[in-house]
């Protein structure tokens, strides 16, 4: 539904409008906001963190950052509340308008663990759910969903807190992603158990009062893929969200990871699913019981939204929302200048925990190409600029243009190598990557008709998952640096353009 790197996807309703906000780690601006009218076409509309003065990602080590965000709407306001994760903990901003801007952060300092979410009870009163594992352990892998009054006129949490439970097992690992609903006036709470990766899941537990006690449904897990073993085409399915719609049908969206051979280049992607109450068990697609590669559509209006064009020309004097920074920039790195985006070289590298001069979108599909026209040139050997493919500072292909020519580059799980050089004269060059499957090829040339190739064909696998390449996604875009000297060079890039094949 939402390909690409969009995981831990929370969704709510206002009148007929739907919103979705998904992880950004250290991707900035952070918290994309997503807006649909039928559940499957979503714009992206705007973000919760636009600013250094809300979060700052700078220094942060690749997997910290924004996790899992709750969105919800309450008497014409729209909250976000997430945890900025080695940046400051749990926090919540607020807007009138979802596509922003957004407020400052109030930061919850005694709310111990991740993934915080919100609810508002019949009586007004809002509740503050959450994971935590700061407790002594039964089992390995054992947290804790607790909950907890939240006063929003104080912006501090009030009362007694209490554990909701432990997951549904006794030997039930990582609960966590909590969200509470009051639906026939009994409470559901859906959490995540299993860890993120193949053993996740969704577990439901129904109690009479909001803050428990909670009774694990008789189904449980409601979700989950792991029965269908490491091979099955999606993978990973857990940490969901429902939201009922206008019509009073039910509709949930999760996490999972679509396979491609043994790997999953897109990591944790966003899925939609059907729910049907059973007596007030939440059944997943009913007769399925699992994510689909197809979905029957909910009963809403089909909206398709504005096509995200698939070349930016750079004419304008905006970037478009779909370009990403990596860390928070500390200066503005790019000018429009003369129909290009000039990218500035700076000393930092992609391989800094300080935002590098690179900008760029989320790979959405598992062939495609991205291919740009850059004009470049440098005297200097350490001056480099062209085209990367972004997994983090560990992982990442770039090809590059550089004083003698082309170079392309690898860093496999933190391990860099140049993997081919080709001779380039003139300061115009076209640099371009293809993806099919696992096989990655990249080429360069003086125009588009003559590109060559660069390297022999490269494997996808250095950018997938992976005990370095966890939580976020991949990206594919510009990039420029001095690599660690300064320089008041720059690389314009007359056009990039990404599409699918
Ligand atoms: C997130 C946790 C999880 O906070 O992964 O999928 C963490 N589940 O709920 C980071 O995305």
Redesign the pocket.
């Known amino acids: 539904m939402l390909p690409g790197f969009n995981?831990?996807p929370s969704v709510c309703r206002v009148g007929d409008d739907y919103y979705l906000v998904t992880?950004s780690?250290v991707w900035f601006p952070g918290i994309p906001v997503y807006h649909s009218k039928d559940l499957v076409n979503w714009e992206l509309i705007g973000h919760g963190i636009t600013r250094s003065s809300q979060a700052d990602f700078t220094g942060l080590k690749d997997?910290d950052g924004i996790?899992?965000v709750t969105i919800r709407h309450h008497d014409g306001l729209f909250y976000l509340i997430t945890?900025c994760?080695g940046c400051g903990g749990n926090f919540y901003i607020t807007a009138k308008d979802p596509a922003g801007p957004w407020s400052d952060p109030v930061w919850l300092k005694d709310a111990p663990g991740?993934?915080p979410s919100l609810f508002w009870d019949t009586d007004g009163k809002c509740y503050y759910t959450g994971?935590t594992w700061d407790f002594k352990k039964s089992w390995p892998g054992q947290c804790a969903i607790w909950g907890q009054e939240l006063d929003l006129s104080q912006k501090k949490l009030v009362g007694e807190r209490k554990i909701l439970t432990y997951g549904h097992a006794n030997n039930a690992s990582?609960t966590?992603?909590p969200h509470l609903y009051k639906i026939k006036d009994k409470y559901l709470l859906l959490t995540?158990e299993g860890?993120?990766d193949t053993y996740?899941s969704v577990t439901a537990h129904h109690s009479e009062t909001v803050m428990g006690t909670y009774t694990s449904d008789k189904i449980n897990p409601v979700l989950s893929h792991r029965q269908l073993g490491k091979e099955y085409p999606i993978q990973?399915v857990?940490?969901a969200d429902i939201v009922q719609t206008q019509n009073g049908d039910w509709w949930g969206v999760a996490?999972g990871k679509r396979l491609v051979g043994k790997e999953t280049p897109l990591s944790?992607e966003t899925f939609l699913c059907k729910v049907a109450f059973e007596e007030g068990t939440p059944v997943f697609n009913p007769g399925y019981g699992r994510v689909l590669n197809e979905q029957e559509r909910p009963n809403l209006s089909w909206t398709p939204v504005k096509p995200v064009l698939g070349r930016d020309d750079f004419e304008g004097k905006v970037l478009g929302l779909k370009w990403y920074f990596i860390r928070t920039p500390k200066e503005n790195n790019y000018e429009f200048s003369k129909g290009s985006l000039m990218l500035k070289l700076k000393p930092e590298t992609a391989d800094s925990l300080v935002s590098p001069s690179l900008i760029i979108q989320k790979i959405k599909h598992h062939n495609f190409s991205a291919i740009t026209k850059l004009n470049f040139s440098t005297k200097k050997g350490n001056e480099q600029a062209g085209i990367i493919l972004y997994r983090n500072s560990e992982s990442y292909y770039m090809l590059l243009k550089e004083k003698a020519g082309i170079v392309l580059i690898k860093k496999d799980n933190g391990k860099k190598e140049i993997v081919a050089k080709m001779p380039h004269t003139g300061s115009d060059v076209y640099l371009g990557v293809v993806a099919d499957g696992l096989k990655l090829s990249f080429s360069a040339g003086s125009s588009e008709n003559s590109m060559q190739p660069v390297g022999g064909v490269q494997d996808i696998n250095v950018l997938s998952d992976s005990p370095v390449n966890?939580?976020n996604g991949t990206g594919v875009g510009m990039y420029a640096t001095a690599n660690s000297a300064k320089s008041s060079n720059g690389a314009a890039f007359d056009w990039f353009e990404y599409k699918t094949l």
Do not use: C, Q, V
Request: proline share 4%; aromatic share 16%.
């Open positions: 995981p831990d992880s780690f997997k996790w899992a945890t994760s991740i993934d994971n990582y966590e992603s995540a860890g993120t996740h990973a857990g940490h996490l944790r966890k939580f």
